[in-house]
């Protein structure tokens, strides 16, 4: 309690010991003044209606209930004097006035960076040197100096979203964290930048930075829904003012590795990344930033630098800034003080008339409900998506079709899903694009609405090499309207695409099926062992005998040449210390394998013992 007692004692010293005016942090917090002006208004108006109801001189007898002169008969500008002081002193108390500390000074601000570092597998790729993710630590090292006045911070981005270092004045730790990123590469193929972006767009303390992105650009990561949430999150980063500065960390499309070999997948190939450069620059200009694809070390870090150096100096809040002292607390007091004092003269003890805070409470809480019952929310909602749907189209006319996706994915129906099918479709996002003309077309109300769906599906599932989904939307538009020309022109051209293409064929491959090519025929016991007794016998026979019954001179003579040795080195080249598939435990489940070894056992020397 002392020390509450020293700090309000503090705080009035402090108020009347300054030479200037406070500083209000939150200067919009007045206008809450003009409340109270309404407030009497309305109860003067309605206390002049009530007027004619009575004689003025049994105006203090009628209307004591309602006006609370008989509480304070004598005095009634007391009460109002009072609910004066706590309104315009709680009204201070949230616009927050500061008052500047002695000695103090204002200290130059600089823009915050964050470094969101890629850390899928995809960064290690060995187009540039040393690879993909050691080159971005590399030019890292050679920003750190430059950059050392700015608060920065580092951020790997895989599958989540993993903050190593928030924003912070000391350079040196960037450089200490970003030299364990090597080793901290994961087996995921691509990352998910989206979750990283709404991370940074949701820190506070990044209000007028940068987001610097080193990413292996892999093309998977910008394609279909990764694509469209790429998007939105980008477009998050554009709303609070933050540019995103892309360095591409590749030049060409290059294998992964891991220890040192080539990645390979279930079928023995190599993994490999195709950069797509176009898609970074295209996040970046949607947030004003810009893009580059690695080149010489020195030129990265120079086209960063001129970036990072055009940062506006951010306007630092009252909150932000040291030197400044905050009086809130103490207007707060003095509104408590006069609100308890008006209580006490107006209701009597404290305690008295709880129903009037009760009904007050549940005024707030059913307030929202009452709002959406009498659906005033889906009203605004309505308004709201109707205004994205405005915006969507403009920026489709205007040819900014990746600012058009982000609105129609904002908004809901049939409109929202074709226009964000058609605008991915002309961002040759084609995944994406089939997946939201497939939702347009289930939304479509009228034949009409549904014909256009499935003549842009026909197209995009075309360009996806889907033919044969192509050729279903194109006749399924066809049977809506028979005598559309276009549709059954584009179903006749993807007909012979299909028809030239090689398909895939649905028959199982002649590979190890397990159970499955025991369950296709009636297993006979005796026939493991009779075909095991005639493996025995023939031995030295088949192709070998066959060899060995022919004249001597007759066959031709096995001759290693220079041809068969390049051959086998050529195999021996491809031949991979890979693990053995368990062929020996899936031949010991078979049920005619205990009848084959029964009958070898028999034939041993001494086995009927």
């Known amino acids: 309690m002392n020390a509450s007692v020293d700090s309000l004692i503090d ?91 002695e000695s103090q000074s204002p200290q130059e601000s600089r823009a915050p960076l964050l470094f969101v570092v890629d850390g899928s597998s995809a960064m290690s790729g060995r187009d540039v040197e040393p690879n993909r993710i050691e080159r971005a630590v590399m030019l890292i090292e050679l920003l750190g100096e430059s950059i050392s006045a700015h608060p920065t911070g580092l951020l790997r981005s895989v599958d989540t979203a993993g903050l190593m270092l928030p924003p912070s004045p000391d350079g040196n730790l960037l450089t ?10 994961s087996d995921h193929l691509v990352a998910r930048p989206d979750r990283a972006f709404e991370l940074a767009a949701e820190m506070s303390a990044m209000d007028g930075g940068a987001v610097i992105w080193l990413t292996a650009a892999d093309g998977r990561q910008f394609a279909g829904e990764r694509g469209s949430r790429l998007l939105a999150a980008a477009k998050r980063l554009a709303e609070r003012d933050i540019p995103l500065f892309a360095v591409a960390m590749a030049r060409e499309r290059t294998p992964l590795f891991r220890d040192g070999q080539p990645r390979r997948n279930d079928d023995n190939e190599v993994i490999v990344s195709e950069p797509d450069v176009t898609r970074v620059a295209e996040l970046a200009s949607l947030t004003d930033g810009v893009a580059r694809q690695t080149g010489v070390l020195a030129e990265d870090a120079a086209f ?67 709002f959406t019952v009498a659906g005033a929310a889906p009203l605004v909602d309505e308004v709201e998506r109707e ?18 996706q982000i609105e129609f994915d904002r908004a809901a129906g049939f409109n929202a899903r074709l226009g964000s099918g058609l605008a991915a479709f002309r961002r040759a996002d084609y995944p994406h694009a089939v997946e939201r003309l497939q939702a347009a077309t289930w939304l479509a109300e009228t034949d009409e609405q549904r014909l256009l769906a499935l003549f842009n599906l026909g197209n995009a599932l075309t360009l996806a090499r889907r033919y044969r989904g192509a050729v279903d939307a194109f006749e399924a538009a066809l049977r809506i309207d028979p005598e559309f020309e276009d549709a059954r022109t584009n179903r006749d051209l993807v007909e012979a695409l299909r028809g030239g293409a090689q398909e895939e064929s649905l028959e199982p491959t002649p590979e190890f099926q397990g159970y499955e090519s025991i369950l296709r025929r009636e297993i006979v016991e005796d026939d493991g062992a009779e075909m095991a007794e005639e493996m025995l016998e023939s031995e030295g026979s088949g192709q070998g005998g066959a060899v060995a019954e022919q004249p001597p001179g007759d066959g031709e003579s096995f001759v290693l040449d220079e041809n068969l040795l390049g051959g086998a080195r050529k195999k021996l080249e491809r031949i991979e210390d890979r693990p053995v598939p368990p062929l020996d435990g899936l031949l010991r489940q078979q049920p005619y394998k205990s009848t084959v070894r029964q009958g070898l056992v028999d034939r041993e020397p001494g086995g009927d013992e």
């Open 11 to 101: 705080l009035w010293g402090q108020l009347l010991g300054t030479d200037t005016w406070p500083v209000l942090a939150r200067p919009e917090a007045l206008w809450l003044l003009v409340l109270p002006l309404g407030l009497a208004l309305w109860r003067r108006q309605r206390r002049a209606r009530l007027d004619a109801y009575a004689d003025p001189e049994l105006h203090d007898w009628a209307f004591a209930g309602t006006t609370g002169r008989q509480r304070r008969r004598g005095l009634p500008w007391v009460g109002r004097l009072l609910w004066a002081l706590f309104w315009l002193f709680a009204v201070l108390a949230l616009a927050d006035p500061r008052v500047p500390e």
């Open 176 to 185: 200490f964290y970003a030299q364990h990123l090597p080793g901290l590469v």
């Open 304 to 370: 960063l630098r001129e970036r990072i150096d055009a940062l506006p100096a951010p306007s630092r809040s009252l909150e932000s800034v040291e030197g400044y002292r905050s009086l809130a607390v103490l207007a707060l007091w003095v509104a408590m003080v006069a609100l308890v004092i008006h209580l006490v003269l107006d209701w009597g003890l404290p305690g008295a008339r709880r129903w009037r805070l009760a009904a007050i409470v549940l005024v707030a809480v059913l307030a929202p409900v009452v």
């Open 387 to 404: 205004a994205h749907l405005d915006q969507a189209w403009q920026a489709f006319e205007a040819g900014e079709f990746a600012r058009a």
